[in-house]
C-alpha cells in the first residue's frame, strides 16, 4: 500500500489515526446503559457523523506533517537518521493515540461524556488534576501497557514506514503536498463546528457522533459564548418587561423602576432574626442517594434522622454539573450563562452577593474550602465579594489529620468551621460561613471512622456515608457551642454525581437535596414546590426575615405571593428552562427544542414550541445576559467600578 501511494506516509498515519478513533467510539458504545435508546438508524447516523469528525480532527493532526514536509531539508530527508526519526515519530503518535482512547473510557466513565470543559480544567489545574488520577488510577500499569502497545506496533510497521517515508518526503513534489495538507485545517476552522454532532434529541448519540480531541478544543475555544450571539433572542425590551415582571412577582419593588437593573428592596413582616448561619455545600451530593428523598441504600443515616426536625426541599434542581456553577447560582443567585461560570470569569467582584448582603448587616461573612482556593479561581471570586476566605493554606499541620489531593477531610474542614464560628462568636458578630467539601470525590480516601465505610476503594457509595458521616460530626460537635442554638444549618449539594442521559438535560440528573435545620427557630416540614439552586439564597433570607437589596435572579420558596414554577438547568453550552411539565433547551447556532415532560421519570417528548414558553425562559436567560453584558461594558469603561465594591446591577 506505502509502496503505490505517494501518500505513503500520510495515508499510513491516517490509517491508524482513524482506526483507533473508530475503536474508540466503540469502546464507548459498549459503556452506555442499557435502555439508552440508541436504535439502527440512530447507530449509523452516529458513526457517520462520527467519521466526519474524525476527518475533521485529522485535518489538524495533520497539521505537523505538512510542516515538516515544508522546512525539512532534502540532505535530512536522505540521511540514515531520518528513519530513526520517523519511527520515534511513530511511536509517540501511537502513545498519544492509544493514550486517548484509554483517558476517553476513563473519562466517559466518569461523566458519561465525551472530553468538554471539565477536560479543559484538567488541562488548566494538573497538580489537583494529576493528583487526583495519582490517586485513583493505577497509572504504572496503565502507562506501561500503553508504551508495550505503541512500541509493538512501531516494530511491526518499521519496514512500512521506511517506505512510507521514502515514498513521501523524498518526493520531487513534497513541498506542494505539505501546502496541499494545511487545506483540510482550513477547512475545519471555517466549516466544521461542534453543533454539528447534535444529531438527535439523545444525549448519549451527540456524545458518540463528535469526537474527544475535537470536543477538548471546541471547550477550549468555547468557555466563554454571547447569549445574543449564539443562542435564539427576542427583542430587548419585551425580554426586559418580563424580566421585571417576574422578579417583582413577590411584591419586592425595583429601586429604579426605569433603569435596565433588576435592583429591588426585600422587606419583611417581622423583625430580623440575626441568626447565624453555615452553608454545607455538599460535593457531588445527588438526592437520588438519600433516604429522606426515596433511596433505599441506607448510605445517609444521619441526614435521614434530622429530616424529621428540618425543612426538607424534595423538588430542589442544581443550575449545572460543576461545583463553579453550583457556587455561582447560590452565591449571586443569577441563571446560568453558556460557557463557564462567572466564578472563573476575569471582572467578577463586585457584585451584591449572599455574602455581602450578609456583611452589609453586620455579619462576619466567610467562604471556607477545603483545598487550595486558586483552583476553579474560587479565592479571587469570593474574596471580590464580600466573603473572607479560608483555604487549605490557613489550616495548621495540627488542624490536618488527613488530606489527599483536592484537599483535607470533611471531618478537619468542619473543625475548622467551628474553629472560625468560634472565633467570630467571641468578638460578638454573628457569622455567615459557606462551607465546601471535597471528600465525595474520586479518588472517595478519607480517614478510618466507621467499620463500613471503606477508606479505599468504596467509591461513591463510600464517599456519600463519608459525607454524611462527617456532617453529623459537624452538628453534633456544634451542639456543645454558645452558639448552636442561634444557628442554621443549610446543607445543599453543589451539583449531582452524574450527569449523563440519553435526553439533551437529563432532569432527573439534576436533582439535588436541601435541609435546613435549626431547632427551635424553624418549624420543620417538607416543601415539594419545585425550586432552583438560584432559590437558596432568597428562601434563607426570608426565613431570616431580613430586609436587603438584591439584585438576585431567585425568589422565596416559602413566600406563596407571585410563587413561579420554574427552574433552570443546563451543560457548559445548553440552557435548559424546567417547568412543571416541560422543557425548553437553549443550544448555540440559534437551536431551541421544547419538551413534554414527566418529571418522576424524566422522560420527554418533543412539542411544538410555545411563543410564551420561550419568552418566559429569555426573560430569565436573555436578560440575565444582557445585565451581565451591560456590567462588563460599565467596567469597560470605569474600571475602578470593579474594585470590590457590592454594585452589580447600578
Not at 178 to 199: D, E, K, T, Y
Not at 433 to 445: A, I, Q
Not at 596 to 617: E, F, I, S, W, Y
Request: charged share 20%; hydrophobic share 45%.
Amino acid at each position: 500500500m506505502a509502496k503505490s501511494s505517494k501518500l505513503g506516509l500520510i495515508t499510513l498515519g491516517s490509517i491508524v489515526f482513524l482506526v483507533l478513533h473508530l475503536l474508540t467510539r466503540v469502546m464507548l458504545l459498549a459503556m452506555v446503559p442499557a435502555g439508552s435508546g440508541l436504535t439502527l438508524p440512530l447507530l449509523v447516523k452516529i458513526f457517520a457523523v462520527g467519521f466526519y469528525f474524525d476527518l475533521a480532527t485529522l485535518g489538524y493532526v495533520l497539521l505537523p506533517m505538512a510542516l515538516y514536509l515544508l522546512v525539512a531539508p532534502r540532505k535530512l530527508l536522505q540521511s540514515h537518521s531520518h528513519n530513526w526519526l520517523v519511527l520515534i515519530a511513530f511511536f509517540v503518535f501511537s502513545v498519544l493515540m492509544i493514550f486517548n482512547g484509554v483517558a476517553e473510557y476513563f473519562f466517559f466513565d466518569e461523566f458519561g461524556t465525551r472530553f468538554n470543559f471539565i477536560a479543559v480544567d484538567y488541562i488548566v489545574y494538573t497538580n489537583e488534576v494529576i493528583g487526583n488520577i495519582r490517586e485513583s488510577y493505577p497509572l504504572v500499569p496503565i502507562f506501561t501497557a500503553i508504551g508495550i502497545v505503541a512500541l509493538t506496533v512501531t516494530v511491526v510497521l518499521r519496514q512500512t514506514l521506511k517506505t512510507a517515508a521514502a515514498a513521501t518526503c523524498l518526493s520531487p513534489n513534497r513541498r506542494r503536498l505539505g501546502w496541499a495538507l494545511l487545506l483540510p485545517a482550513v477547512a475545519v476552522l471555517l466549516i466544521v463546528n461542534i453543533s454539528h454532532s447534535s444529531i438527535s434529541t439523545n444525549g448519549f448519540a451527540n456524545e458518540l457522533a463528535g469526537n474527544g480531541i475535537y470536543n477538548l478544543v471546541a471547550a477550549f475555544r468555547n468557555n466563554e459564548l454571547s447569549f445574543e450571539r449564539f443562542y435564539l433572542t427576542k427583542d430587548e425590551a419585551t425580554v426586559s418587561r418580563r424580566m421585571k415582571e417576574f422578579v417583582t412577582a413577590q411584591g419586592m419593588p425595583l429601586v429604579a423602576p426605569q433603569s435596565p437593573a433588576i435592583t429591588r428592596h426585600h422587606t419583611a413582616t417581622g423583625p430580623e432574626r440575626r441568626l447565624n448561619v453555615i452553608v454545607v455545600i455538599e460535593e457531588s451530593f445527588s438526592a437520588e442517594f438519600v433516604g429522606a428523598y426515596g433511596s433505599d441504600r441506607k448510605l445517609t443515616p444521619y441526614l435521614d434522622r434530622i429530616a424529621a426536625e428540618s425543612l426538607v426541599f424534595t423538588n430542589l434542581y442544581a443550575t449545572g454539573t460543576r461545583t463553579v456553577r453550583g457556587l455561582e447560582a447560590l452565591t449571586l443567585s443569577m441563571p446560568p450563562l453558556p460557557g463557564t461560570s462567572i466564578v472563573k470569569r476575569p471582572d467578577n467582584g463586585g457584585f451584591r452577593s449572599w455574602g455581602e448582603i450578609m456583611r452589609a448587616k453586620g455579619y462576619d461573612s466567610s467562604y471556607i474550602y477545603a483545598g487550595y482556593g486558586y483552583f476553579d479561581n474560587m479565592n479571587a471570586f469570593y474574596a471580590g465579594n464580600g466573603f473572607r476566605v479560608v483555604d487549605r493554606t490557613d489550616f495548621a499541620k495540627d488542624e490536618i489529620t488527613f488530606a489527599n489531593i483536592w484537599g483535607v477531610c470533611d471531618e478537619d474542614l468542619f473543625r475548622k468551621t467551628i474553629k472560625e464560628a468560634r472565633q467570630s462568636h467571641r468578638l460578638g458578630k454573628p457569622f455567615f460561613s459557606m462551607v465546601m467539601t471535597t471528600s465525595n470525590h474520586r479518588p472517595f480516601t478519607f480517614p478510618a471512622v466507621r467499620s463500613d465505610i471503606p477508606t479505599q476503594g468504596g467509591g461513591r457509595d463510600a464517599g456519600i456515608k463519608y459525607a454524611d458521616y462527617a456532617i453529623g460530626k459537624l452538628i453534633e460537635e456544634s451542639r456543645k457551642e454558645p452558639w448552636f442554638k442561634d444557628t442554621v444549618f443549610v446543607i445543599v449539594a453543589d451539583h449531582c454525581a452524574s450527569s449523563a442521559g440519553k435526553t439533551e438535560i437529563p432532569v432527573k440528573k439534576y436533582e439535588i437535596p436541601l435541609f435546613v435545620y435549626s431547632p427551635g427557630n424553624l418549624q420543620p416540614g417538607k416543601i415539594d414546590r419545585l425550586m432552583s439552586q438560584i432559590d437558596v439564597a432568597p428562601t434563607v433570607l426570608g426565613l431570616l426575615n431580613m430586609r436587603y437589596d438584591s439584585d438576585f435572579f431567585g425568589q422565596d420558596i416559602l413566600n406563596p405571593k407571585g410563587l413561579l414554577s420554574r427552574a433552570f438547568i443546563s451543560t457548559y453550552q445548553k440552557l435548559g428552562y424546567l417547568t412543571e411539565d416541560r422543557l425548553v433547551v437553549f443550544s448555540p447556532q440559534k437551536q431551541t427544542t421544547q419538551y413534554q415532560l414527566d418529571r418522576q421519570t424524566g422522560n420527554v417528548k418533543p412539542m411544538p414550541l410555545d411563543d410564551l414558553l420561550l419568552t418566559d425562559a429569555l426573560a430569565y436567560y436573555q436578560g440575565a445576559s444582557s445585565i451581565y453584558t451591560a456590567r462588563l461594558n460599565r467596567l469597560a469603561t470605569t474600571p475602578a467600578a470593579n474594585s470590590g465594591s457590592r454594585k452589580a446591577g447600578e
